[in-house]
């Protein structure tokens, strides 16, 4: 179960190799690498002997050589390992001295050799190319897919071929004529041996590296599977009928009736057991023509029988191979298919138990507008019952705008959705058969992807009590504001205010002094109620202080009584405070981080009034310092939030838009409005606050 030295997981690296990019250190063979280089080299030495004793006197050539597929085995077991020349010389030594020391000339030994080593090596690459997690496992796994099987037999009959002709060359060095026989039987032998030994070779070292983690019947189930009659049958039944059939039956000189037993053997067994049961009768057949008996002996040439007989096991093993690899494949993909369906079950089964216990309702309809999904949250909200029956889209029929006219079809949140449009936030009233006041339900409706069939979900929110509190929060903030505009002479004075929700952060100011007036314009950073809030007590905290006229101490007063609730809060205000004589115009302002002030000729040009400290919150202890300007007589102040900023481009070179805007206009309500129609002020992305002052000319 250990795996070999020098690995590493699988997607890492291996153990001790260089970054990317630089060669492979090499390094030196240890023990276990020496052991397996002698004990392949004693296996291959003795499949040659085995081989040799099989050879044709009158041609030197073996009839059988299950050396080439020893070879093979060895380069893929070292597959990766230190000093990569050392197995090819090793298996061609080895090879040689046996073929030396069993007659042949130690010329044509030599060119015998090296055709097995060109062979070996040649197969192995085709291996490694082709089916590189064989190659990687180092003979300890199967082959796995059908077009791999097909890659190792082509690489196998290529070999052959490709070293056919150094064997030639070897037979004819050795004194013996040239014949095409010698070719065609050493590429027959030699690729179904690379076959039939590789296959089996796999088999084993895949069985020895799992067989630590087994115990004893889980092993013999690992070979099986559960199917220990039809394991007794291919091993041991199909072997002694090829028995029978050779020996007795060796009159009728077809055998492709026994081809059925493996094609049964492939279809029923692992590929692991039908390597075994395709080895056994391969060797069975060609052990009982070597012997001179069954069908195959009644060609009249021994190397022709032999030749045949081992094409035919080839063929045999192909066949099995092919059939229980592709019932393998099936079998993986059907497991893969059932735990995808599992997963995409228990997927569906918790999603339909979010989706179902959701205090938001959720409604799914498809490309035609067909409900699919609607969980029982969206019942109740658009019915009154959980389970809202029919799916025919009759659960709208109960809303309502917001001021009590009916919704038309192509404006219901699904329907704009559906046409590709983005809903978010939009308030409708559901009047629930049975239910004395209509609620709000606030709807946000997206499309569905085209790739997943199309449509569109919908999710609904009560909203009732929120627009609720939300609207008397807004009838309070609005009740904080100046409610009419300051008569004092020669200056004309009017505000906007439109709040991004309910209730924003931004609120104006002006209070009466004598000789003139103070104008405030204050933006609390963010929106929304927390932003609210923190205006209202900047207000109430600016109310509070005893000397209107000083801009500054009044802005440093303010700071000091707001610095914890600022801090707490994480956030800040800007603010623009100006007292403004009304007799000669001149203004004194202190600006903290606000900088959106301007002072406007009749003709459009605009100066600004530039910042004299940083927002309140940000760094408090420093003394607050006001500035001086002038507002001639027809000239407009105008300060603002940054949320007119922001919708005008965002860049203070866009003021110039204020001034063109204001131009031409004859009192500060339409300078105002003015300012307020360069933005969409009805879905307004932040809050938006105009103040605007005219001296009169």
């Known amino acids: ?197 590789g296959t089996l070779g796999f088999t084993v070292g895949a069985w020895l590296h799992h067989r630590r983690r087994r115990t004893a019947e889980e092993r013999v189930e690992w070979w099986t599977e559960g199917k220990g009659a039809d394991y007794l049958a291919a091993l041991l039944l199909a072997p002694l009928l090829y028995v029978v059939w050779f020996v007795e039956i060796d009159w009728l000189a077809v055998v492709f009736p026994l081809i059925g037993l493996t094609v049964w053997a492939g279809s029923r067994l692992p590929t692991r057991s039908v390597v075994l049961h395709t080895t056994i009768c391969g060797v069975v057949a060609i052990q009982l023509t070597l012997a001179g008996t069954g069908p195959f002996a009644e060609l009249p040439d021994p190397t022709a029988q032999v030749a045949i007989a081992q094409l035919y096991v080839g063929l045999v093993a192909v066949i099995g191979l092919a059939l229980a690899i592709a019932r393998e494949e099936r079998v993986r993909l059907v497991t893969d298919l059932q735990a995808a369906r599992d997963r995409a079950q228990e997927q569906a089964t918790l999603l339909a138990t979010v989706v179902d216990t959701m205090s938001e309702g959720v409604r799914v309809v498809d490309a035609a507008g067909r409900v699919v999904v609607r969980n029982p949250t969206a019942g109740l909200l658009l019915t009154g019952r959980p389970d809202a029956g029919a799916d025919d889209g009759s659960d709208l029929a109960h809303l309502w705008r917001i001021d009590g006219s009916p919704v038309p079809e192509a404006e219901l949140p699904f329907r704009r959705a559906l046409a590709g449009e983005q809903v978010r936030d939009a308030d409708l009233l559901v009047r629930v058969p049975g239910s004395t006041e209509p609620r709000i339900v606030t709807f946000s409706a997206a499309p569905l992807p085209a790739a997943a069939g199309g449509g569109a979900v919908t999710v609904l929110r009560d909203v009732t009590a929120e627009r609720t509190e939300l609207r008397r929060a807004a009838q309070v903030q609005a009740s904080l504001l100046p409610s009419r505009a300051l008569d004092v002479p020669g200056l004309d004075l009017a505000a906007r205010c439109v709040p991004a929700g309910s209730v924003g952060g931004d609120f104006y100011d002006w209070q009466e002094v004598p000789d003139g007036l103070v104008v405030t314009l204050a933006d609390v950073m963010g929106k929304g109620p927390a932003a609210a809030i923190l ?126 805007a204001v131009r031409g206009t004859r009192t500060a309500e339409q300078a105002a409005d003015a300012v307020l129609s360069l933005v969409d002020p009805r879905h307004p992305e932040d809050d938006l606050t105009v103040v605007a002052l005219r001296r009169a000319a």
Request: hydrophobic share 50%.
């Open 1 to 197: 179960g250990t795996p070999p030295t020098g690995t590493a997981p699988t997607g890492a690296p291996p153990v001790g190799a260089p970054p990317p990019g630089l060669p492979r250190a090499r390094r030196r063979p240890g023990a276990r690498d020496v052991r397996l280089v002698v004990l392949f080299a004693l296996l291959n030495a003795a499949a040659c002997l085995l081989g040799r004793s099989t050879r044709v006197p009158e041609a030197d050539v073996s009839l059988v050589w299950p050396a080439a597929g020893v070879a093979v085995l060895w380069l893929v077991v070292r597959a990766r390992r230190p000093w990569p020349w050392l197995d090819p010389l090793v298996l061609a030594v080895s090879t040689g001295a046996v073929i030396a020391a069993t007659g042949s000339s130690a010329l044509s030994a030599a060119i015998g050799a090296l055709a097995a080593t060109v062979q070996a090596v040649v197969c192995a690459a085709v291996l490694a190319r082709r089916a590189p997690y064989v190659w990687a496992a180092r003979g300890t796994q199967q082959l796995r897919r059908v077009p791999d099987l097909w890659w190792f037999v082509l690489g196998a009959a290529l070999s052959s071929a490709v070293s056919a002709p150094l064997v030639e060359l070897a037979v004819v060095v050795g004194g013996e004529p040239w014949t095409w026989r010698t070719a065609l039987l050493w590429c027959a032998r030699n690729t179904v041996a690379i076959v039939g030994i």
């Open 535 to 660: 205006a209202a007590t900047t207000r109430s905290v600016l109310h509070a202080q005893p000397v209107l006229r000083d801009v500054a101490g009044t802005l440093a007063a303010t700071e000091r009584a707001m610095t914890a609730d600022l801090a707490n809060a994480g956030a800040f205000v800007t603010m623009f405070r100006a007292y403004v004589d009304a007799a000669d115009g001149e203004v004194s302002y202190t600006d903290a981080g606000h900088g959106l002030s301007l002072i406007i000729d009749p003709d459009g040009t605009a100066r600004r009034l530039s910042a004299t400290g940083l927002p309140l919150g940000i760094a408090p202890g420093p003394a607050r310092v006001s500035a001086r300007a002038r507002l001639a007589p027809g000239e407009l102040l105008v300060t603002f939030s940054d949320g007119v900023l922001d919708a005008l481009g965002g860049s203070l070179g866009d003021l110039d838009q204020v001034g063109r």
